[in-house]
C-alpha cells in the first residue's frame, strides 16, 4: 500500500519558524506556498552550540543553519524511495541554485573537494531539491564530515527500507540534528574510523568553486554523465568533460546508481 | 534556456490529454496515462490540450514544455528546483524534481 507523504517542515519548528517566519509546508495546502526567498542568516556559523568535541574548526559549519535550511521532502512513498535506482529519478540540483546555498551561507570562495552542496534530508530518505533541504557540508571537519553524514544516510536507508525504521521518523532525525541522529543509530559518540575518510582532499592548483566530491582515500571523485549514467574516475577521458554531469564522490554516484565507465 | 535533458527523456512524445489546476498544483495527464504535477505560482496556460511533448527546457523558475506543433507552454514553477514530479499510469515514480 503506498502512503504518500506530504512535504513537511522538519526542523526544530520553534527556531525554523521563528527565526526565518518561514510557514510551514504542507502539500496540498490552498495557499500557493511562498516564494523560495530564505531569509539571509549568519555566514556559515553553527545553529546551536555543538557537543563538546565536535568541531575542529570554527567556519565551516557541521550542522546546517535551521533558519536556512529546515528541510524539505518531496511527495514520495516508502516504495518509491527503496525502488533501486530511485536516486537516478531525481534531478541534479542545478548550479545556480548550488551557487545560491553557498552565497547564502557566506561561503564566497572554496577549493575542489572542500565542500558539497549537501541535502539535509538525502535523496534516497525522500528528500527535495528545495533550497529549503540544501547546505554546504565540509569534507574537511572532524570529526564530522560529508563522509560521516553519508555513512548515517545509507544506514538509514537501510533500515527504512528493510521496514526496521519509518521513513517520517528518519526523514525528522536527519533533519533535526544529523550528528545526534548518528550517535543514536551507530551507537557511538565520535564516528567511525572508516566513516570519517582522510582530513583534507588533494591539493589542486585551479580554484574551482563549482565543483564537488573530494579526492580523498577511499573515495574518489568521480565525474558522473548525467545523461548515459556512467561516470568517470579522474585521469579517464571524460573526467569532467561531457556535456552534461557534475562531480560527486564515487561513493555517491554508485548510491545513486551511476556505473562506472570501462577502458577510456 | 537549457533543455532539462533528463525530464525531457521521461516525457518527450507523450500527448496531453487533460490539464487540471488544483491548490497550486498543475496535473497534467497524458494520453499514456502517466501524469505531471508541476507546483506552480500563477494561472497555468489552458492551451496545452492535444499537445505532443518535443522538448523540456527550464531555467530558474519558467519551465517550458515545447510541443511538437510549434507551441510553447510556459509555467512558472514556485521555486527553481522541487516542483515536478511525473508518474506512469501504475504510479510508479519516472522524475521527481
Same mark, same amino acid.
Given at each position: 500500500?503506498?502512503?504518500?507523504?506530504?512535504?513537511?517542515?522538519?526542523?526544530? @519548528?520553534? @527556531?525554523?519558524?521563528?527565526?526565518?517566519?518561514?510557514?510551514?509546508?504542507?502539500?496540498?495546502?490552498?495557499?500557493?506556498?511562498?516564494?523560495?526567498?530564505?531569509?539571509?542568516?549568519?555566514?556559515?556559523?553553527?545553529?546551536?552550540?555543538?557537543?563538546?568535541?565536535?568541531?575542529?574548526?570554527?567556519?565551516?559549519?557541521?550542522?546546517?543553519?535551521?533558519?536556512?535550511?529546515?528541510?524539505?521532502?518531496?511527495?514520495?512513498?516508502?516504495?518509491?524511495?527503496?525502488?533501486?535506482?530511485?536516486?537516478?529519478?531525481?534531478?541534479?540540483?542545478?548550479? #545556480?541554485?548550488?551557487?545560491?546555498?553557498?552565497?547564502?551561507?557566506?561561503?564566497?570562495?572554496?577549493?575542489?573537494?572542500?565542500?558539497?552542496? +549537501?541535502?539535509?534530508?538525502?535523496?534516497?530518505?525522500?528528500?527535495?531539491?528545495?533550497?529549503?533541504? @540544501?547546505?554546504?557540508?565540509?569534507?574537511?571537519?572532524?570529526?564530522?564530515?560529508? $563522509?560521516?553524514? +553519508?555513512? @548515517?544516510?545509507?544506514?538509514?536507508?537501510?533500515?527504512?527500507?528493510?521496514?526496521?525504521? +519509518?521513513?517520517?521518523?528518519?526523514?525528522?532525525?536527519?533533519?533535526?540534528?544529523?550528528?545526534?541522529?548518528?550517535?543514536?543509530?551507530?551507537?557511538? +559518540?565520535?564516528?567511525? =574510523? $572508516?566513516? $570519517?575518510?582522510?582530513?583534507?582532499?588533494?591539493?589542486?592548483?585551479? &580554484?574551482?568553486?563549482?565543483?564537488?566530491?573530494?579526492? =580523498?582515500?577511499?573515495?574518489?571523485?568521480?565525474?558522473?554523465? &548525467?545523461?548515459?549514467?556512467?561516470?568517470?574516475?579522474?585521469?579517464?577521458?571524460?573526467?569532467?568533460?561531457?556535456?552534461?554531469?557534475?562531480?560527486?564522490?564515487?561513493? #555517491?554516484?554508485?548510491?545513486?546508481?551511476? $556505473?562506472?565507465?570501462?577502458?577510456? | 534556456?537549457?533543455? *532539462?535533458?533528463? %525530464?525531457?527523456?521521461?516525457?518527450?512524445?507523450?500527448?496531453?490529454?487533460?490539464?487540471?489546476? !488544483?491548490?497550486?498544483?498543475?496535473?497534467?495527464?497524458?494520453? /499514456?496515462?502517466?501524469?505531471?504535477?508541476?507546483?506552480?505560482?500563477?494561472?497555468?496556460?489552458?492551451?496545452?490540450?492535444?499537445?505532443?511533448?518535443?522538448?523540456?527546457?527550464?531555467?530558474?523558475?519558467?519551465? *517550458?514544455?515545447?510541443?511538437? /506543433?510549434?507551441?510553447? %507552454?510556459?509555467?512558472?514553477?514556485? !521555486?527553481?528546483?522541487?516542483?515536478?514530479?511525473?508518474?506512469?499510469? *501504475?504510479?510508479?515514480? !519516472?522524475?521527481? /524534481?
Amino acid at each position: 500500500m503506498k502512503a504518500p507523504l506530504t512535504s513537511v517542515c522538519l526542523v526544530g @519548528l520553534g @527556531l525554523a519558524m521563528i527565526g526565518s517566519g518561514m510557514a510551514c509546508r504542507s502539500a496540498g495546502t490552498v495557499a500557493p506556498p511562498p516564494p523560495p526567498v530564505r531569509t539571509p542568516g549568519p555566514p556559515a556559523v553553527l545553529p546551536e552550540q555543538p557537543a563538546p568535541g565536535t568541531m575542529a574548526r570554527n567556519s565551516p559549519p557541521i550542522l546546517p543553519d535551521p533558519n536556512l535550511t529546515p528541510g524539505d521532502t518531496l511527495d514520495v512513498t516508502l516504495e518509491d524511495v527503496c525502488t533501486p535506482g530511485y536516486s537516478r529519478k531525481v534531478r541534479h540540483v542545478p548550479i #545556480e541554485v548550488k551557487r545560491q546555498v553557498y552565497a547564502e551561507y557566506g561561503i564566497r570562495h572554496h577549493r575542489p573537494g572542500e565542500y558539497e552542496v +549537501d541535502h539535509l534530508i538525502s535523496l534516497e530518505l525522500g528528500g527535495s531539491n528545495s533550497i529549503r533541504n @540544501l547546505w554546504p557540508e565540509s569534507f574537511e571537519t572532524q570529526p564530522w564530515n560529508a $563522509r560521516v553524514k +553519508d555513512a @548515517l544516510e545509507n544506514e538509514l536507508h537501510r533500515l527504512v527500507c528493510s521496514r526496521q525504521l +519509518d521513513l517520517r521518523t528518519a526523514q525528522q532525525e536527519i533533519a533535526t540534528n544529523w550528528i545526534a541522529a548518528y550517535k543514536k543509530y551507530f551507537h557511538t +559518540d565520535r564516528p567511525r =574510523a $572508516r566513516d $570519517r575518510g582522510r582530513s583534507a582532499p588533494q591539493e589542486t592548483a585551479e &580554484t574551482d568553486t563549482t565543483s564537488e566530491g573530494a579526492a =580523498a582515500e577511499g573515495n574518489v571523485q568521480v565525474w558522473v554523465n &548525467t545523461r548515459s549514467g556512467k561516470y568517470f574516475r579522474p585521469g579517464m577521458r571524460h573526467y569532467g568533460k561531457t556535456k552534461e554531469g557534475q562531480f560527486m564522490s564515487e561513493a #555517491e554516484a554508485i548510491r545513486q546508481g551511476y $556505473r562506472a565507465a570501462k577502458g577510456d | 534556456m537549457a533543455r *532539462n535533458q533528463k %525530464l525531457t527523456g521521461v516525457i518527450q512524445g507523450r500527448t496531453i490529454a487533460d490539464m487540471h489546476q !488544483e491548490d497550486g498544483k498543475l496535473a497534467i495527464h497524458f494520453m /499514456d496515462g502517466s501524469t505531471m504535477t508541476v507546483k506552480i505560482a500563477g494561472q497555468a496556460p489552458a492551451d496545452g490540450v492535444g499537445g505532443t511533448i518535443k522538448a523540456v527546457r527550464q531555467k530558474g523558475t519558467t519551465l *517550458n514544455l515545447d510541443l511538437v /506543433d510549434g507551441r510553447t %507552454l510556459s509555467l512558472q514553477t514556485v !521555486e527553481p528546483t522541487a516542483s515536478v514530479m511525473v508518474r506512469d499510469k *501504475n504510479h510508479t515514480l !519516472e522524475y521527481a /524534481d
